[in-house]
């Protein structure tokens, strides 16, 4: 036991060593957490990318508050909430300014609060539940819109655009991201006077979906479209599905369509008439999108896996903005200037934090797909 | 005689020292380390309550996790704020939603709720062996995940309890430490601790000599439980929050591991290697960043897994505690427990 316990003051002092010699260091830091292994690693790895990739951009062209240089300091959390909690102290323990990370709200539940009992900053990149504002507090700041505005921007197209009256609404009922979408579609398009018909529901990881096809084929009346409320591996599958199955009508959804499985693994005949709404970024021309695209294929050869990279990247910018306004690092500072930012020109659409909920005022973008090409049909605003 | 007089002051003065090393810690170290230390704490709290129904009694359960939830979620619950409780979770019954208790009520609550669970399951379940009962409770737990999914009202479904109060910190890591190994400690030495390792070793040998099987293996299981309840609780106070995947199966496998590691039955063995895999990990962890490549410190530590099952298959300490901590009386129990293995064929080394 001896043994033992001198064994535990050595990993003690260890520890105690890394973290006194993290402390000494001059730039101004940047916690990023990001669950960079495990099941969310394909989502949060693109994002810890961009964000690095923004962090280089700015040092290189001469960093913050008279050239401070800016560091992004990558903490994995292996998909794991207790090393969410860790994380989040250690990076509070290394004297971060602000925090960023994740695109999903569980790690950002288990991390943000942390951040908000110190009163330090922290940015979401990717999490897109409308109340994470409200739960966390006022130092907790979205990049990306809410599971509402995206619904809402879709159903507004469903109605208005397409022309549909009756729709199917499909969930995957293993996540709250996908229940959410769907209840925030529901709500709106039953407000704007269509009808929902019929729901069905599947979960995470289902590979057939005849029986749902059969209910969506004898639905009467006739529905007019279908809304997929799935993340990329069913959003590939249920396409093709349906369209193998002699089905036409419009297949509508969210952002857990923004991904090229949409059209590979349908195919360019069957990949058709599919609409969804998601960040302004794919296929969108405007300056900041292919200086980024640009920026990103040359750091890490390779294009931008998902809107998750963009993200990651604006989370930064969002900061470093903030802190340039600021002209100081000092927390409570750097929030009041991070929730007066306006029309900051983000990657991903312009932010601004103007509503009480703290959820960005942010354009969503339509998406529509035909013989396997993306093309933006519509620009969505929200309204308040 | 000598001996037992020097164990006698030999315990208390262990715990004392452990509690001047809180102290100093608490007023010397950052939250980081602090919360590290935390949740090594309540994987000592875990492997050796684990240690009870794996190592002890010979049975291999994965359930450890559900018992986690289970006291974890009962705790959460009452804990919360009551305003926001209105928020959250506005479905509660009235009766619940205006309940909110400290941490020490919370706690034994919770422990007491998992130990129900654990008899409710422990019935029909013990009645398995071997890969039969690793299957069953491991399905315990994902059942347990999915009613907790769809419990929206008490639970707010796969969003979890968040922003609960910070209660955990290290005094009360260190308390349920103590308690944990102070309850194991007894029972292994007692004769009720003599009937699970012979359950262990022979089954019919042991129903033989009138040892009540059923009843030996079920209070095992629920006393893990207990424990386990108690850590899930302690777990959800200190990330401040809690989700139907917040006790995962890879927790249990991660349990188990210590368990192994440390050597099946040693108390000792799991304490220090629940030590060493939490430690590890963020030891290794600036390794990663600085590297910018992330995972291989989990590559690093199954090496080390590896290795030590090839070069020590019992374990660090095998069914064993370390020589100079135990009674003369007790080590040559310890020696029959190893000679009634090795006439039963399995033989041992350690």
Redesign the interface.
């Given at each position: 036991m001896k043994r033992g316990l001198f064994g535990i003051f050595t990993i003690l002092a260890i520890v105690g060593c890394f973290a006194i010699a993290s402390l000494a260091a001059e730039p101004i830091k940047l916690g990023a957490l990001y669950n960079l292994t495990g099941g969310m690693s394909s989502i949060d790895a693109p994002a810890l990318n961009g964000a690095k990739l923004k962090a280089k951009l700015i040092n290189e062209a001469g960093g913050l508050l008279g050239g401070r240089m800016l560091e992004v300091i990558g903490i994995n959390t292996k998909t794991d909430q207790k090393a969410t909690a860790i994380g989040a102290k250690k990076a509070l323990a290394m004297g971060v300014v602000a925090g960023l990370g994740y695109g999903d709200t569980t790690f950002v539940m288990a991390s943000a609060p942390l951040f908000q009992r110190k009163g330090v900053p922290f940015v979401t990149s990717g999490a897109t539940h409308p109340e994470i504002p409200k739960w966390v507090g006022d130092c907790m700041f979205m990049t990306p819109f809410g599971d509402d505005d995206q619904s809402f921007a879709i159903a507004d197209y469903t109605y208005n655009k397409l022309k549909a009256r009756k729709v199917v609404v499909w969930t995957d009922n293993s996540m709250d991201f996908t229940k959410a979408l769907s209840k925030f579609f529901k709500q709106r398009f039953t407000e704007l006077g269509g009808k929902l018909i019929l729901e069905d529901f599947f979960m995470m990881g289902d590979k057939d979906f005849s029986a749902q096809i059969a209910r969506l084929k004898a639905a009467s009346p006739k529905a007019d479209a279908v809304f997929i409320s799935a993340i990329p591996n069913e959003a590939g599958l249920t396409v093709k599905q349906i369209r193998e199955a002699g089905l036409t009508l419009p297949i509508v959804s969210g952002d857990g369509f923004d991904t090229e499985l949409v059209t590979t693994v349908p195919g360019p005949r069957l990949a058709n008439d599919v609409y969804f709404s998601t960040h302004t970024y794919r296929e969108d021309t405007r300056p900041e999108v292919v200086a980024f695209i640009k920026a990103y294929e040359k750091e890490y050869g390779r294009p931008p896996e998902n809107a998750f990279a963009p993200l990651g990247f604006d989370a930064v910018g969002l900061i470093a903005d903030a802190i340039k306004r600021a002209g100081t690092t000092e927390k409570s500072a750097l929030r009041k200037a991070l929730a007066a930012t306006r029309g900051y020109k983000a990657v991903t659409g312009e932010i601004s934090y103007t509503r009480p909920s703290g959820v960005p005022m942010k354009a969503v973008s339509i998406i529509g797909v035909k013989n396997a090409k993306y093309k933006v049909l519509d620009t969505w605003f929200p309204k308040q | 005689m000598m001996g037992w007089n020097r164990l006698k002051w030999f315990f208390p003065m262990?715990i004392l020292?452990g509690a001047i090393l809180v102290f100093i810690?608490r007023s010397s170290?950052?939250?980081?380390?602090l919360?590290?230390?935390c949740?090594a704490g309540i994987n000592i709290i875990l492997a050796v309550s684990l240690n009870l129904t794996n190592g002890f009694t010979g049975l291999f359960s994965l359930g450890h996790p559900a018992f986690m939830a289970v006291g974890g979620y009962v705790a959460a619950i009452l804990t919360f704020p009551v305003t926001r409780k209105a928020m959250?979770l506005p479905a509660l019954p009235s009766w619940l939603a205006a309940q909110q208790w400290s941490l020490l009520p919370a706690l034994i609550l919770g422990g007491l709720c998992a130990t129900l669970a654990a008899f409710l399951i422990g019935f029909p379940v013990l009645r398995l062996k071997g890969h039969y009962l690793a299957v069953a409770t491991l399905g315990f737990l994902i059942i347990l995940q999915v009613l907790i999914?769809n419990l929206e009202s008490f639970t707010r479904?796969?969003?979890?309890l968040?922003?609960l109060p910070?209660l955990t910190n290290l005094w009360w890591v260190y308390l349920w430490v103590v308690i944990t190994i102070y309850v194991c400690w007894k029972v292994k030495h007692s004769s009720l601790g003599r009937s699970m390792l012979a359950i262990r070793e022979n089954e019919m040998a042991a129903e033989c000599l009138g040892i009540p099987l059923s009843r030996t293996r079920i209070m095992a299981f629920a006393l893990g439980a207990f424990f386990a309840g108690v850590a899930g609780c302690l777990?959800a106070h200190?990330?401040?929050?809690i989700?139907p995947?917040?006790f995962s199966v890879?927790m249990a496998f991660h349990l188990v591991v210590m368990v192994v590691v440390g050597g099946s039955g040693s108390i000792?063995g799991a304490?220090?290697a629940a030590?060493?895999l939490t430690?590890v990990v963020?030891?290794l962890?600036?390794l990663?960043?600085n590297l910018?490549a992330?995972?291989i410190s989990?590559i690093i530590i199954s090496i080390g897994l590896l290795l030590i099952l090839i070069y020590r298959p019992r374990g660090i300490f095998g069914t064993q505690e370390?020589a100079?901590?135990v009674k003369q009386r007790q080590r040559v129990s310890g020696e029959v427990g190893r000679s009634l293995s090795y006439q039963n064929g399995k033989g041992g080394t350690s």
């Open positions: - | 262990l020292a810690l170290v950052n939250d980081y380390i919360s590290i230390i949740f959250l999914t479904g796969p969003l979890g968040n922003g910070l777990w200190l990330v401040t929050a989700t995947t917040s890879i000792t304490t220090i030590l060493m430690s963020e030891i962890s600036p990663e960043e910018g992330y995972g989990e370390p100079f901590l």
